[in-house]
């Protein structure tokens, strides 16, 4: 099977579901490749990290369209098209922009199905780019998964790898309601085998990446690679890790995770985003009252500080969550006996 | 003499580890090539593992009953005129293959288009008579594992993804079994093969029947794995379960009638399986089949009348707790057809009983 980046990846699935579908439509800053994009441009570059490159040659500027810098305009008039027909695959570039236009996809997008009775579908695509690692400084850099998870009408996918990530933007496409799509941007280049052909990924469908009797890590996004070289290097002392990969927050496949802690009895949850009301929390909030009773040991969250995303590399590095501290959180619930 | 290596086997896509569970022969033993030398076990199967190279068995080198990952060096084999220290270099320098790369090699599977079909194939070894396996309704060439990279040691082994299946196009030539033993005969000329042994397993058996009824010529001999095509039951519920299914937790439950020991369905043979079932195209090409070959509550073809005619040699292998298609259809068979059932077993015996169909498959094909 072809090896692909994240990247190519999902450039392939929406090349794919446009070419299936004429009402899938790409709006967005620089999409097109910026300065107008017209298709006489020879081979724009296709966005700041030229993920939607070629899509503009092959599918005209009626269908990919470049934007002035406001995105409440974007999301507005994604929200306002994917209800009146058209499937719009709406690129926010930076997640950090969400302030900008806030109302769009809370209080329109989110919510158009359930104020119209179910008369009205919303069927949009909201894609960002999320996460820290890029040293691009505290405005650029945040994992705001969270946030989306939090308001109802909003389904919300961090995939983790090149294969997933692809199966998850045709199924976010096909979806009937508001999809946010959260793109790793220090994942774009990693290669995973993926196939040629269109496939879609359920949502709410965890996914087993490495299976051990004594420990459950839940991981997501770029945190899933940490858990896994944690998981690996532990097997080599004995200690068997079970790594999930929830792959969408919302919907969450609370049946995966509670099964996986049934099996180990003890849990860390490794989350990139800002630790209060975040995904680590719901996480050991959902094993505390529904899985209590099979846990060995207190759960663990490994997490960020509370604190903006630092420029400085160094201070990066040591905002993000890394092997040593996963493996501290392991060994510290393999020491505890309840 | 070279000092030859002997490595933890990779049978099937999914396998990364594996442990012995014995040695056959002692550490200065002499052994020829090909002969078996440990049997090692995974999470999904026991089965040999043969001598690389002729020679005496010098080393043993790794405990019993502990997980090894695939590539590591388990023993080693060299004659008598080699040094200890030669050895002992040997071991200390050797690099195990990286899981990555041998799985590449293990895999890459080739690609050719037969009557505006592009169909996908695993070839391996390049020597012998050619062994054809035809896999089941909604397999692939990846579920024969040990068989496969067993058999390759004496045989050019050819292992097709079905139209509708594996990495092929989910576009199928036909519907029935004998559609799809015509497409298997078209396939068969387009690769250049004029002759060889047929392995199918359930649907894929009862493909393998009607392709020897239909050109006796290509077919050496036949081996069918709870075949299709030889009696009118079939789990027609499961079928349908299977097709249905959209969740791997949907795929797992449907997966654990095809076993009679549960340990076999792991998450990661159901995600594997759900990864294929997720393509565009496999559930209008999985509806198909099945009208093709249900009828009602069974199924609608059966070669048992042909199979007096069929003067090739003949073997069955059944698990007698097969929940898909009942072992009572392998009973009252010809004089000189071998049946073999085989207890604990349900209709996966390549995989639950690896072992003594490896065996089986071995001695027909040297006979």
């Known amino acids: 099977m072809p090896r692909k980046s994240m990247r190519a990846a999902i450039n392939e699935a929406m090349r794919l579901e446009m070419r299936r579908d004429s009402t899938v439509i790409l709006i967005g800053e620089d999409v097109a490749g910026g300065r107008g994009g017209t298709a006489e441009a020879s081979d724009p570059p296709g966005g700041v990290l030229g993920v939607t490159k070629g899509l503009l040659s092959e599918f005209g500027p009626d269908r990919v369209i470049d934007t002035p810098i406001t995105e409440s305009a974007i999301m507005g008039a994604a929200a306002g098209a994917a209800i009146t027909g058209l499937r719009p695959i709406a690129e926010l570039m930076f997640v950090d922009f969400l302030g900008v236009c806030l109302d769009q996809i809370f209080n329109q997008a989110a919510k158009f199905r359930y104020m119209f009775g179910g008369k009205a579908r919303a069927p949009l695509v909201i894609r960002a780019m999320t996460g820290a690692g890029f040293r691009a400084g505290a405005q650029h850099s945040q994992a705001l998964h969270a946030i989306f998870t939090h308001i109802p009408g909003l389904k919300v996918v961090v995939p983790s790898n090149a294969y997933d990530a692809k199966g998850l933007l045709i199924q976010a496409i096909r979806d009937d309601d508001p999809v946010i799509f959260l793109e790793d941007k220090v994942l774009y280049d990693r290669e995973e085998e993926v196939p040629d052909g269109a496939y879609t990924i359920p949502f709410a469908e965890a996914r087993f990446v490495r299976e051990g009797k004594d420990v459950t890590i839940v991981a997501l996004g770029k945190m899933v690679h940490v858990a896994t070289e944690v998981a690996d290097r532990l097997a080599r002392d004995g200690i068997g890790i079970t790594v999930i990969d929830p792959r969408t927050t919302s919907p969450l496949d609370e049946d995966s995770i509670l099964e996986a802690v049934k099996e180990t009895g003890r849990l860390v949850v490794v989350d990139e985003g800002n630790p209060r009301c975040s995904l680590a929390t ?53 020491a505890q006996q309840r | 003499m070279p000092i030859a290596s002997i490595t933890m086997p990779r049978w099937g896509l999914t396998m990364q580890e594996g442990k012995i569970a014995a040695w056959l022969v002692g550490v200065g033993d002499s052994v020829t090539a090909g002969m078996e030398v440990l049997e090692v076990e995974s999470s999904k199967l026991v089965g040999p593992v043969e001598a690389t190279a002729s020679g005496i068995l010098r080393r ?19 004659d008598e005129s080699v040094a200890d220290d030669a050895i002992d270099a040997f071991i200390a320098s050797f690099k195990p293959i990286e899981r990555d790369v041998q799985a590449a090699e293990d895999a890459a599977p080739l690609t050719v288009v037969v009557d505006g079909i592009n169909i996908s194939y695993v070839r391996k070894g390049e020597s012998g008579m050619p062994v054809l396996l035809l896999h089941g309704f909604g397999g692939d060439s990846g579920g024969w594992g040990l068989l496969q990279a067993s058999l390759s040691s004496a045989h050019d082994v050819i292992a097709v993804d079905l139209p509708g299946h594996g990495a092929s196009d989910k576009r199928l030539a036909g519907p029935s079994l004998s559609d799809q033993a015509r497409f298997v005969a078209r396939f068969l000329e387009t690769i250049g093969i004029d002759r060889a042994h047929v392995v199918g397993h359930s649907m894929g058996g009862g493909i393998a029947l009607a392709l020897t009824l239909m050109c006796a010529a290509k077919v050496a001999s036949l081996t069918l794995l709870a075949p299709a095509g030889l009696g009118p039951e079939i789990n027609v519920d499961y079928l349908k379960d299977f097709v249905a299914a959209e969740r791997r937790k949907d795929v797992e439950a449907a997966l654990e009638r095809l076993f009679a020991q549960r340990h076999f369905v792991s998450r990661a043979l ?42 090739v040699p003949i073997v069955i292998l059944w698990g007698l707790d097969d929940r898909i298609i009942p072992a009572s259809h392998a009973d009252a068979m010809p004089a000189g057809v071998v049946v073999e059932r085989i207890e604990g077993v349900g209709h996966m015996p390549h995989v639950e009983a690896a072992d003594t169909v490896v065996r089986r498959i071995r001695a027909l094909l040297r006979s």
């Not at chain 1, 092997?323 to 959180?329: L, P, S, T």
């Not at chain 2, 790794?62 to 084999?77: K, R, Y």
């Not at chain 2, 496999?282 to 089949?289: N, Q, S, T, W």
Request: aromatic share 6%; glycine share 8%.
């Open chain 2, 270 to 311: 159901a995600e594997n399986v759900t990864k294929y079932k997720r393509q565009d195209g496999v559930r209008a090409a999985l509806d198909r089949l099945l009208e093709g070959f249900v009828r009602g509550a069974g199924q609608a073809e059966n070669f048992r009348s042909g199979l007096p005619q069929i003067d």
């Open chain 1, 282 to 334: 719901d996480v050991a909030a959902l094993v505390a009252d529904l899985g209590f009773d099979h846990l060995k040991a207190p759960i663990k969250r490994v997490t960020p500080p509370h604190t903006p995303v630092p420029f400085a590399p160094a201070l990066e590095d040591a905002y993000l969550p890394d092997a040593g501290r996963v493996e501290a959180a392991v060994r510290a619930v393999m």
């Open chain 2, 60 to 78: 043993q080198l790794v405990p019993l009953e502990l997980d090894f990952p695939v590539g590591t060096l388990l023993g080693v084999i060299a």
